[in-house]
């Protein structure tokens, strides 16, 4: 019953077969290795352009330094500060005309007075050597010293200088509440000595009005600085007391 159930292989197998499916294969594995061959991926042109750019060119050299100018020194046709004698007769008289040419010095010829002044060749006398006239000295004229218009003077040394002192009024209502001390001014005396401004510094409020008046009612010899009289700053102090 099995003998119709297995089939002999060698029954099915043809030679020719077995050469096409070799030269089939062959052919297939050409083909894999020729295709990539034929077909190859091409590089990204923006960065083959990047690897194939030429670097930059070098700077210039810098330019040559120009040359100095050199400057020839013409030779002077004469020199008027010493005597020389011509070699040979010259047979043409050239014209020399050196009035427009410094003179080679300004010391003049050796031994001759110092701070001479070239006179031309018109005029040489002897070899131009005028003495420069002298310049008078410049005098200046001494400037007075200024006197100041206000100097500052101390409180005890100007009460010397007072001539007419008003004592003040002292206050009722100060006298009633017991109240005394002293009131500071600073003060402008004018030139005349008298009191032209008061600057309280301190003091009671019910003592300043009559100290006020009082002191402006004060003179005082005129300050003398340089012979000039000059206004004051200083300061005066007035005192009230409940014994007075």
Not at 20 to 34: H, K
Not at 63 to 81: C, G, H, N, T
Not at 97 to 111: E, I
Not at 183 to 209: C, S, Y
Request: hydrophobic share 45%.
């Amino acid at each position: 019953m099995f003998q119709h159930t297995f089939v002999d292989a060698r029954q099915g197998r043809k030679p020719w077969l077995v050469v096409v499916s070799f030269l089939g294969q062959i052919l297939l594995v050409f083909l894999l290795i020729l295709i990539p061959l034929i077909y190859t991926d091409s590089l990204p042109r923006a960065q083959l352009t990047s690897f194939l750019v030429a670097p930059p060119p070098p700077p210039p050299p810098p330019p040559p330094a120009p040359a100095p100018k050199i400057i020839k020194a013409v030779p002077r046709q004469s020199d008027l500060s010493r005597l020389m004698a011509p070699r040979q007769i010259p047979r043409e008289i050239a014209d020399i005309d050196d009035a427009l040419t410094p003179p080679p010095n300004s010391s003049g010829v050796p031994g001759s007075v110092s701070n001479a002044i070239y006179a031309g060749p018109g005029d040489l006398g002897i070899f131009g050597a005028v003495p420069a006239p002298a310049l008078p000295p410049v005098v200046k004229a001494a400037s007075a010293p200024l006197t100041p218009q206000r100097i500052r003077v101390g409180g005890i040394v100007q009460q010397a200088n007072l001539i007419r002192k008003v004592q003040p009024v002292y206050p009722t209502l100060a006298k009633q509440a017991r109240i005394q001390g002293a009131v500071h001014f600073t003060a402008i005396i004018g030139k005349d000595g008298a009191i032209q401004k008061l600057q309280l510094i301190n003091g009671h409020p019910l003592l300043v009005e009559a100290a006020r008046r009082a002191v402006s009612q004060w003179q005082y010899k005129a300050t003398l600085l340089n012979g000039e009289p000059v206004e004051v700053v200083t300061e005066i102090d007035v005192n009230f007391a409940l014994t007075q």
